[in-house]
């Protein structure tokens, strides 16, 4: 099978809450909205925020209100990004993790509770390249 | 900032039984492992299956031991390709969450949850066109 996802859907409380975070803190155009749903293009895949009652029945999985053991991971060009990145995702309803700090294999993180509670790390990682679509590609440290 | 995700990382309780789902089932091939890290180079962004309790300390978040409001897609060509892959995955540790149907919408889709209770989607969506190298791009129905 093609190594390849096609979507990833995060189940989300309350649309207008959301958009706020993904939309002015990260600066991302929605490629289409209605009442339940946002979809963003993204690199190579589609991310749909979708009410989270409607997912689950979607999924058919009750009980799913609530984040989990993932997490998301959006890396930067440069290492003081890391931290502008957080400061500014944080004053759109972002809850901070974990501050920005250099793990021990080299780069820098942190990481950021999205309004629905997903976490995202926000990541330089200088080994793995990102094109200017947007494509990242694994590498060795 | 890049509408771009980098790394999806998805907390996983053992890391041979993960990697049966995924290698064996949906017959996909790592670009790197060690003892609790798996990376599959994906279609522009890089999956992690990781150990729960490293995701944990990494993110400084506990109680993330769990799988939680969202879900993952595997588009496919076919309409009958969605049960096929429901069923392959099922015999590599997944559990049908939702069998095969066609949603009000049109296509076709199931729900399969992976071996840490993490949610795939298997659908067709004619409407959604899907490049050679794996690159799935939103569009009207």
Redesign the interface.
Known sequence: ????????????ADLARSRRFYCDG????P??QNEDIV?????????GTWL?SA??A????PL?????????????AKAEEVRA?LDRLSQFGGRI??AADA?PQGGMRG?I?DP?D??W?I?W?PA?P?SA??????A?A
Do not use: C, K
């Open positions: 099978m093609q190594q390849q996802l096609s979507v990833l859907t995060l189940g989300i990260f600066g991302w155009t490629v289409f979809f963003y293009q993204m690199n190579g895949f589609v991310l989270t997912l689950e979607d999924m058919q999985r799913a209100a609530r984040s989990g053991a993932f997490s998301l991971a959006h890396n930067v990145v993790l974990r793990p990481y509770a629905d997903h976490a790390e990541a990682n793995w990102i679509e947007g494509y990242v590609r694994f060795p």
